[in-house]
C-alpha cells in the first residue's frame, strides 16, 4: 500500500474537484486496456506522462486490490477482478439503453437493439421487440461475429482497416447466408461505404429475409452501437431513408445519457 507520504500527495483534489489518485488510477487502467491489456510501467509513464514512482505506487496498489496483476516477465496485466466489474457494468449499459430503444421502437415499428464489440464479436446487450407479430428477436447475450451484420459494421468503420483485416484473419468470415461478405477487401468496401454514409446496413447478410441498419454510439465509453431489424419487405430502401436519421438521434441522446456523470454528490 502507498505510504502515509505518498498517500498525502495522491490523495489532493484534483481540478475537477476530485481525488487526484483515483484519477490516475482509472486512467492507468484504461491506458492498459487502449494498450491491449499488458503494459510495463515504462509505458505507462511515456504514455501518461506520470514520474514512474507514482506510477508503480498506483500500481502496487491497484495489485493488491486485484485489479491489476504482476506478470512473470514484470509487466502489468489487467486483473480478474475487472471482469466481475465489466460484467455487471454491461448488464447496467443494456438497462440504461432500454428507453431509447423502445422510442426506436414507437417512431420506426421494427425491433430495436444494442450491441458491443467484446474482443473480437458482437454481443447484444439489450433489446425491445417491435409491436408487429411478424418481428425480429435476438437473445440479449447473443454474441456473432461482425462482419456479417449491421452493428458489427457500424463498429469496425471506426477501426482502422489493418486492425480490421487483423480481426477479420482471428475470426475468419464464415457464411452466414448467400449474402454475407466473405472476403476481407469486400469487408473493407463496404466499411468505406458506411463511413461515407453514416449508417450501415446488414442486408440479408445475417438472415435470409431480414434486413437491418445500425449506427454507433459516439463518445460510448466502450464501442456501442444500435439497430433496427426487420423483414426485408418492411424495412426498405424508402423505409431506410425515415429510419436512419431518427437511428442517429436516439444514438446521439443515449450517447449524452451514457457519458454524463449523473448529478452531482
Not at 491489476?68 to 447496467?92: C, D, K
Request: contains cysteine; hydrophobic residues 40%; proline residues 6%.
Amino acid at each position: 500500500m502507498p505510504t502515509s507520504s505518498a498517500s498525502t500527495t495522491d490523495s489532493a483534489k484534483s481540478a475537477s474537484g476530485g481525488v487526484q489518485s483515483l484519477e490516475r488510477a482509472f486512467d492507468l487502467l484504461e491506458r492498459m486496456a487502449d494498450a491491449g491489456g499488458e503494459v510495463g510501467l515504462s509505458e505507462l509513464s511515456a504514455s501518461s506522462g506520470l514520474p514512474l514512482p507514482t506510477i508503480h505506487r498506483l500500481m502496487r496498489t491497484l495489485v493488491v486490490c486485484g485489479y491489476v496483476r504482476q506478470q512473470p516477465n514484470r509487466r502489468y496485466a489487467l486483473g480478474p477482478r475487472l471482469i466481475r466489474l465489466g460484467e455487471s457494468a454491461a448488464r447496467l449499459l443494456g438497462t440504461w439503453a432500454r428507453p431509447y430503444l423502445a422510442r426506436l421502437v414507437e417512431e420506426t415499428g421494427e425491433t430495436a437493439n444494442m450491441a458491443l464489440l467484446d474482443g473480437d464479436e458482437i454481443v447484444y446487450v439489450a433489446q425491445v421487440p417491435s409491436k408487429h407479430s411478424m418481428r425480429m428477436f435476438t437473445e440479449v447475450g447473443r454474441r456473432v461475429l461482425p462482419h456479417s451484420t449491421g452493428v458489427g459494421k457500424a463498429l469496425l468503420a471506426g477501426f482502422p482497416d489493418d486492425e480490421v483485416r487483423a480481426l477479420l484473419a482471428r475470426t475468419g468470415m464464415p457464411a452466414a447466408t448467400d449474402k454475407t461478405i466473405t472476403t476481407a477487401d469486400g469487408f473493407l468496401v463496404a466499411l468505406a461505404d458506411v463511413r461515407q454514409a453514416g449508417y450501415a446496413v446488414d442486408d440479408n447478410e445475417q438472415e435470409i429475409g431480414v434486413r437491418c441498419l445500425a449506427v454507433p454510439v459516439p463518445d460510448s465509453p466502450t464501442p456501442a452501437a444500435i439497430s433496427i431489424s426487420g423483414p426485408a419487405g418492411r424495412v426498405t430502401e424508402s423505409a431506410t431513408e425515415k429510419i436512419v436519421p431518427v437511428l442517429r438521434q436516439v444514438a446521439v441522446e443515449l450517447s449524452q445519457a451514457l457519458t454524463s456523470s449523473g448529478p452531482a454528490v
